[in-house]
């Protein structure tokens, strides 16, 4: 296991051109992922689908990860180990929601998507 001495081998210089990077990485994640979760929301409330509902939950818990990973460590001055942690547990929240999203069964089933079978079940 590596132990760390509280030394960074990157000059100041250096961590404030990584950290203008994160922060501006963390904008777009935040911005694209809201606009991907109000979407998926919009579909929801529009097919009442509760695939639909776990979509648009599944990117809301990734999206604020991401945002909350950085709170924790640049606003409340907590480590990056606990920022990452954060980050950490609210994607794979997400991604379980996700998953179940795939699963997920809708209001009723069209006549199109009723009439599918898959290739080599007929």
């Given at each position: 296991?590596?132990?760390?001495?509280?030394?960074?081998?990157?000059?100041?210089?250096?961590?404030?051109d990584?950290?203008?990077?994160?922060?501006?990485?963390k904008?777009?994640?935040?911005?694209?992922?809201?606009?991907?979760?109000?979407?998926?929301?919009?579909?929801?409330?529009?097919?009442?689908?509760?695939?639909?509902?776990?979509l648009?939950?599944?990117?809301?818990?990734?999206?604020?990860?991401?945002?909350?990973?950085?709170?924790?460590?640049?606003?409340?001055?907590?480590?990056?180990?606990?920022?990452?942690?954060?980050?950490?547990?609210?994607?794979?929240?997400?991604?379980?929601?996700?998953?179940?999203?795939?699963?997920?069964?809708?209001?009723?089933?069209?006549?199109?998507?009723?009439?599918?079978?898959?290739?080599?079940?007929?």
């Amino acid at each position: 296991m590596a132990t760390f001495s509280g030394q960074s081998k990157y000059s100041n210089e250096t961590m404030v051109d990584l950290t203008l990077v994160v922060v501006a990485t963390k904008a777009v994640t935040f911005t694209f992922g809201g606009i991907l979760t109000w979407l998926s929301y919009r579909a929801f409330l529009r097919t009442r689908a509760p695939a639909m509902r776990a979509l648009a939950a599944g990117i809301g818990l990734v999206t604020v990860g991401a945002l909350l990973g950085g709170v924790v460590h640049q606003v409340l001055e907590l480590s990056m180990l606990a920022g990452v942690a954060v980050q950490g547990v609210f994607s794979a929240a997400g991604f379980v929601v996700l998953t179940y999203s795939l699963y997920a069964e809708g209001p009723s089933r069209s006549v199109s998507s009723s009439r599918y079978s898959p290739p080599g079940t007929r």
